[in-house]
């Protein structure tokens, strides 16, 4: 059986609820929210659609001991309206969503959960370290969304240039889910062609390119006020990948043993969450963006001192 | 190759959007709405989840020429704002909405559009009733979801009693989708049994249930502040049955020669939209519900001079 | 994590096999075949399905221990050839597949297997019976597909009559799967509507009908050789129920108290099987027609003295 | 809607239909086989099946008329029994399969479709060409799955190695869908690293992974006696990027104007059929071998004289 909990059922949370059951991939599923009315009426529109989808999905809510047996646990909580708009600043939501971490993850912990939990919330490299830190989860159960959001919008934008198949491109974001993120273009191929190929004879602008699906998020923030169905995509994406033991490879914010931080970049998705992570041969100048990347996560990570100074839960080697 | 447009994409028309994207069902898809930014919002967020998906639609927006060789058209328009919340009257939206139909139909006449329209917007009887004849389109080819989602939220009541899976509670929600509404309960069965021949043994009170049923909507509302997720699955349902040409048995709003209105009923649903009506042997109470429901909806209709004053298409004989 | 395993992979488990595969329905998927290069032949072909499908599906074969931790396990196995075309005689396979249910049986108890078995050789309730008994597994744990099969063909049947989509009939085929099974016209509905009430005005033949929906494997087998499409999407159906815990309702083999013998009638499934059987009120000739289907399957049951004579598992009341 | 016609209702056409109705893929489905009762059986099959799925699915036989609007037509006749087994040379099929094509193309040419093509009949390259010609459609509007097949297979054997999800595995295989093919191995990456710079770490034998993958087939042929299900699949999705007009690059047999003859190369597949080729950067190596395997199909073909010598088709341009 997929067991599935979700804490926290705004946009994402219920876009993700709604795609486990429109497509029957949930066998059951809990959702968790502070907002009792909120995660009663998700579970009541579910509920309500049962009888017109072929698939059966068990919902229940805001009972932390079902996840003693969760197998997948999104973390989706957060205030879309402590967004910085103007500054396109995902940090500003840390102070917010820390403190949301900070009341879910004893919980978590307390409830015996041992499966794979999946963080969408934002900052999200910084919120995965930390909720991985404050359950004592393993760092191979606990891996966040990260650059798999990015890298699906860098494969649309360059994907609309070629007018093809955004699948066709393959190629890797790596980096912050966030300002500091960018374009492996060395990793880029377009219908197999590496794209720095491509650039002469297609008058590509590559720094224009990357900053187009950097910054396609604030697009799809600006016209609806927030983001739901890509993220929910990719986090379901993943969850199915666990689910099988596919041995997927997607970039996700998954923690580097080199930089010392979760940061995005390409891992193995398997049955225990991250099965490995690939390292693959950057440019110089890549390598020195990966290396920024990092310390910008790192650096903000530390700013919040409580963040720290609580006990932490001994750290575990990567299975 | 699967041709939808759907007018509107607030929370109803963006969900309907991304079932239709998330599990494949249509080709290409045109989004339309009076707030660009927001229908290009969620094309956007929709095209950034293709690389993640295994099939592609193709999305483009607010482009009414579009509707001439579309299959299949959703109006889902509508002020969720203009919802009277205390006395949970669906009516409350007709003024808002109706301008938004004065506004649509001429268009989706002049694009020349010859396929299906499905309309969600409430009221939802009188709202497809006007389109119908505003657009000059078949009584065929115009319906609304109507009952067919109060009778999905019946089962899960139904089923609720009996643990049992909503789909196996069979029978029909008629009339209204508004208050004047009821369950035909000669019509339920549960796993094949009279649900009259279980109401002692069960201690059942069927008025309960169907009052239960029927403000299943506001339940939702007043939740989470809309519903989405069990209209989108409806109303997408419908669809396929269109597109398959299944002949498919659903309550929906249909039109009706014997009380000359839209109106919640069971149909079968095929190529044409909706092929026929089914005429249940009901009982002299639910007869006469039935009627006092036509009633209400054709009441309330005529209020609206306006929408009568203007000229209207020649009505057409059902196909 | 959704496991299954299959044991028999001819047409009817490779086809089981590939819809679990092709749909993402299967986590990891054991095939089991004492023909070892027939299995993996399936394997095979399985496997290179796999780059081109959203989904991944673990697959291994020929592995007992694995049924330790199965969830649904699907017997399929049979010797087609050994049917008795002339006669249309289901009965003709016991002997031969008895012999492999008392080859097979004894694997699935020593292997530690606790799920849900599904049984879809023929004779369909005598087999099941048979390894019910042999493995000791629960009566609730283990049933046979019946006249799930049957009453799917009895809709198709009827709903070419009506040019309607099957799913628009309800009501169910009683008894065996095989030729003393009957159609309880008591309870079946066409759009709502009691096909009794429709027999005048629709000229219909009842007995006819029926014979159509008995005969409907001998159609399929007598122009291809075996059937497998339909028996593998009822297969697979069911153990969507088992895993969603959805308790819906279908006909299968399931055991009946009063006749004490695997039959044919509506029952519950859901996360143990069968979770109770629903007793509907039958016409004075329906129950008698049901008596001696019942009479049939124990009857032929009784006369393998060999099923009989081993020792038996302690019979466990329905859960 | 989606119209879909198979001609050629064999292990190959079954299960393309299967998957189109049990995916809910195809709105509407002609098979078409000259043993009747085959295509009859194959049909009721599958229309039992439809009261156990959610979508449906109309379901017609042997009616080339119905060929007029039909979207997307699979050519999967052939004589497996034909194989060659010893030697492993599709070839051997093509005597027999010729001759079928030249009875099933004037029937298409006649019934005035104009949708796309795709041939599953071996030997793939040499058949498509010659049904193309035969028919009179565009270059674009026939292509056969070819080397798609065989690319999964590579996928699936190099998977194996690194024991990750084939998907991780991107390149291609070129040329004849039989002997002569060949992996372009420095297409090739995993997990976005070049499979050639692995060869030494991971003691490679490149070499013995292409011959397992061309192979591929043999090795499901000795023990199931043919290939269905990775082929169906493959089908089925190259169909779906028709209709969806993904422009998804997919090795496939489409027309080579460098080679003047269809062979395996990869291709844009969109709604005009094969809207592009795609021309990669091979080393001098691949480039001969891929000279090798089209001088193999152009010599195999040419020997067909009757099958150059009939009145051709005016050659049209690749749309």
Redesign the interface.
């Known amino acids: ?2 067991k599935y909990a979700i804490i926290g059922v705004g946009h994402v949370g ?2 993700i609820a ?2 486990l ?4 991939i949930a ?2 599923l809990i959702l968790i929210d502070t907002n009792t ?6 579970q ?15 919902i229940k809510i805001n009972d932390y001991h079902e996840l003693a047996d969760t ?1 997948i646990l999104f973390i989706t909580s957060g205030n879309i309206h402590a967004l910085d708009h103007a500054s396109g600043n995902r940090w500003a939501e840390f102070d917010y969503t820390k403190e949301i971490v900070q009341a879910i993850a004893p919980k978590v912990k307390a409830s015996g959960f041992n499966g794979v939990a999946i963080d969408t919330m934002n900052p999200c490299d910084a919120i995965t370290h930390y909720f991985q830190r404050a359950t004592g989860l393993s760092r191979a159960q606990v891996f966040g969304t990260g650059t ?2 990015d ?3 860098m ?2 934008v360059v ?1 609309e240039v070629f ?10 974001v790596y980096g912050e889910h966030g300002e500091s993120q960018f374009t492996a273009w060395s ?1 880029v ?1 377009v ?3 590496p794209i720095t ?1 491509l650039v002469d004879s297609h008058h590509l602008d590559l720094d224009a390119l990357e900053a187009e699906a950097r910054h ?1 998020g604030w ?6 006020g927030y ?4 993220i ?3 986090a379901v ?1 993943l969850s ?2 666990v ?7 997607c970039p996700v914010s998954a923690y580097s043993e080199t930089f010392d931080t979760y940061v995005g970049q ?1 891992a ?1 998705i398997g ?1 225990n969450g991250v099965e490995s992570v ?1 390292t ?2 950057l440019t110089a100048d890549e390598t020195a963006k990966f290396q920024n990347s990092a310390n910008t996560i790192i650096e903000k990570f530390h700013a919040f001192d409580d963040a720290l100074t609580q006990p932490q839960a001994p750290l575990q080697k990567l299975a």
């Open positions: 059986m997929r219920a876009t709604y795609t059951v429109c497509k029957g066998d059951e009315a909120k995660a009663r009426a998700e009541l529109d579910l509920q309500d659609a049962q009888a017109r989808l072929d698939s059966r999905t068990i197998d798999f959001l890298t699906a919008r494969q649309k994907a007018d093809c198949d955004p699948k066709n491109i393959s190629g890797y990793t191929q219908n197999g062609v190929d396609g697009a799809v923030h600006s016209g609806k983001t739901s169905f890509a929910a995509t990719c994406k199915e990948a689910f099988a033991n596919a041995r997927l490879a390409p193995i049955k690939t693959l041969a």
